[in-house]
């Protein structure tokens, strides 16, 4: 009987000629962030011309800056911080579901339970305990917070987001693990503009987890690739940026 293959064999062997393809923006002072939060302060404490051997930054943001992940008790008092969620979740399937051709002709489209049939039509079900990227488009609009925001003369943000019905389907009959998105919000703007974080009370409250504001998603094939997501292990962390990365062909 062969020996099994070591984990170096699978890597050489799974990942010959695969493509990374890094889903996150770079961080930095003014880009778009939820109105709540404070911009992003940065600080040289030391540096070359300063006559200093090294350079070092001191940083200071919310945890949700940039692309980042949103454990439980983001939302949920006493739910799983960000050093609560297993090593084991931060490499998983990726599911990337399309609704691109809806936001081009309306920028408050979400999905629905058609775009999920459509998807298994072409690719097969959907994998338990993968992670689902609602892929819109949207984030080719950053770092410009006025595209990114879209607001209408009555101050009222019209950008995609997901739907409740999509997000039931998906986290109570498929199983998934998380979701991303490329928004700031896990909510349409329609719905945010009125204080609405219903979607996103949802997801968290089932005890999972996601990344907001995702990049680089349309590059990807709908199915067959993998997600790679890590973050720093802050102590009862609400929140930290993230970096996430696709493993395709």
Sequence with gaps: MAAPLSLWEVYRAAFAGAIFTDLSHAFHPGQPRFS?????????VFDYPKGDAFQVHRYAFVGQWGTHVDPPVHFIEGGRA????????MLLPLVVLDIREKVAANPDATPEPGDITAWEERNGPIPAGCFVALRTGWSSRWPDNERFYNR?????????????????????KRGIAAIGHEQIDTDPGMATSQGDFSLEHYVLSRDRW?????????????????????????KGGSGFPARAVAIHR
Excluded: T, Y
């Design 82 to 89: 960000v050093d609560d969620l297993p090593v084991s979740d």
């Design 152 to 172: 209408s003369a009555d101050g009222v943000s019209h950008c995609p987001g997901w739907s409740r019905a999509v997000l039931e389907e998906l986290f109570e």
């Design 210 to 234: 996601q990344v907001e504001l995702l990049a680089n998603l349309d590059g990807l094939p709908e199915a067959g690739a993998l997600i790679m997501a890590s973050w720093p292990k802050a």
């Design 36 to 44: 709540a939060f404070p911009d992003e302060e940065r600080q040289l």
